[in-house]
C-alpha cells in the first residue's frame, strides 16, 4: 500500500498491510538531533519535515498556517509580533509574553474585525502534496484554542462564564475565518483537516456544559459540514486531556476521527475502541509522561505492541504519541516506537 492508501484504509476502518504512523508535529530541536543536520527551526520548514518523517517511515504529515508579523524591533532581543487575530506578544529567545489581548474590552467584541484568511497562502500544504507522497493533514483552529491564545487563558475561562454571548460573537468571525483557511488547504492539495482545539485538561472538560453548547459545539458541527461541503476529506478532532464526556458530541459534529486519547488523563484506548471504534478512527495514545520520556526501549516497544492490539484491529487506528514528539524523548525510545509498528 502507498502512504496515501494506508491513512485512507485505517479512517475507513478497513484492513491495511501495516498500522499508519504519523505525528501532528515533531520538534526542530529534535528533528536536527536525529538528522544529525542544522535546519532551520521554524515551526514550518518543509525540508526538514519531509526528512525527518522519511527517517522515521511515517505515513502522514500535519501542516498549517497562522500569520503573523513583526511590529517594531525590541530591546535585549525581544521583538513585538502581532497575529493574525489581534493579539500581540513580546517574543524573545524560545518563549513569548501576550502583552495585548485580541480584543481589549470584551463589551466591544461586536467590533472585532474577522481575521484576514489573505494573509494564507497555502504553499506549505501545496509543497506537501505535490513534492511527496505523504497523506497531507492541514490544521486549523477550533474556538476554544484560538479564542483561548487571544487572551491570557484567565480572561478567556472568566469572559466565556460572565461574557458569553460577546465570546459567541468573536467565535463566529474566528471560525468563519478558519473555514477559509481549511478551504485554502484543501485548494492546495490537503488530503484531510485537523481541527486543533483543546478542550480539556487531565481530569475533564475546561468549559461547563451549558457554555459547551453555545461557544463550542455548534462551531464543530458547522466546520465539519461546511468543510466536507466544499471538499468531501476526512476531517479530525485534536484535543489533549481527558474528553471522554464530549466524545458523542464529536461523533454527533461528523467528525472521522479524534487525535490525542491522552493515557495519563484517563483516556483508555479499548474503552474508546469499544464504544466509537466504528465511527471514530483513533490517532495517538502512546503515553509521553512516562512512557516515551522515561521508560526503556523494551517497555516502548511493549507498550506500543499492545495499544495496536487494543485499538487496530480491524482498521481504524493511527500511531503516534498522545501529542508530538517532544525534545526530550530519548533516541532510542523514538525508534522503538516505529520498529515496534513494523
Known amino acids: 500500500m502507498t502512504k496515501k492508501e494506508r491513512v485512507s484504509a485505517a479512517i475507513r476502518h478497513q484492513e491495511t498491510d501495516r498500522v499508519p504512523k504519523g505525528e501532528l508535529h515533531i520538534d526542530g530541536e529534535l528533528a536536527n538531533r536525529l538528522l544529525g543536520r542544522e535546519y532551520p527551526l521554524a515551526y514550518e520548514c518543509f525540508e526538514r519535515e519531509k526528512a525527518i518523517r522519511e527517517l522515521l517511515r511515517m505515513d502522514l504529515v500535519n501542516v498549517g498556517e497562522w500569520p503573523e508579523w513583526e511590529l517594531s524591533p525590541g530591546q535585549n532581543g525581544r521583538h513585538l509580533i502581532q497575529t493574525v487575530y489581534g493579539q500581540i506578544y513580546e517574543m524573545g529567545s524560545g518563549s513569548r509574553r501576550l502583552v495585548r489581548a485580541a480584543v481589549e474590552e470584551i463589551e466591544n467584541a461586536e467590533a472585532y474585525k474577522k481575521p484576514d484568511s489573505s494573509k494564507v497562502t497555502g504553499e506549505i500544504v501545496k509543497r506537501f502534496a505535490q513534492e511527496t507522497d505523504f497523506f ?33 460573537k468573536i467565535a463566529v468571525k474566528v471560525m468563519d475565518y478558519e473555514i477559509e483557511k481549511a478551504k485554502i488547504f484543501l485548494d492546495n492539495g490537503a488530503d484531510g483537516i485537523v481541527i486543533g482545539d483543546d478542550v480539556a485538561f487531565n481530569t475533564g472538560v475546561f468549559l461547563p456544559p451549558h457554555i459547551m453548547e453555545q461557544n463550542v459545539y455548534p462551531f464543530w458541527n458547522q466546520a465539519v459540514k461546511e468543510i466536507k461541503a466544499y471538499k468531501n476529506v476526512p476531517v479530525f478532532l485534536h484535543s489533549d486531556g481527558n474528553v471522554n464526556a464530549v466524545l ?95
Not at 483552529?141 to 454571548?165: A, C, H, I, K, R
Not at 523494551?298 to 484491529?313: F, L, N, P, Q, W
Not at 480491524?314 to 525508534?335: A, F
Open 136 to 168: 497531507v493533514f492541514a490544521q486549523i483552529g477550533g474556538p476554544v484554542t484560538q479564542l483561548d491564545e487571544m487572551f491570557s487563558m484567565e480572561d478567556f475561562m472568566v469572559y466565556s462564564m460572565t461574557n458569553t454571548d460577546d465570546m459567541h
Open 248 to 342: 458523542e458530541k464529536v461523533t454527533e459534529a461528523g467528525f472521522d476521527g479524534i487525535q490525542s486519547l491522552q493515557p495519563s488523563a484517563g483516556m483508555d484506548i479499548g474503552e474508546v475502541k469499544k464504544k466509537y471504534g466504528n465511527r471514530l478512527c483513533l490517532w495517538g495514545n502512546i503515553d509521553l509522561d512516562y512512557i516515551m520520556c522515561h521508560a526503556s526501549p523494551d517497555e516502548v516497544r511493549a507498550s506500543v505492541k499492545e495499544t495496536i492490539k487494543k485499538a487496530g484491529a480491524d482498521g481504524g487506528y493511527i500511531l503516534s504519541t498522545c501529542n508530538t514528539l517532544i525534545s526530550s524523548i530519548p533516541q532510542e525510545n523514538i525508534y522503538a516506537m516505529i520498529e515496534a509498528a513494523e
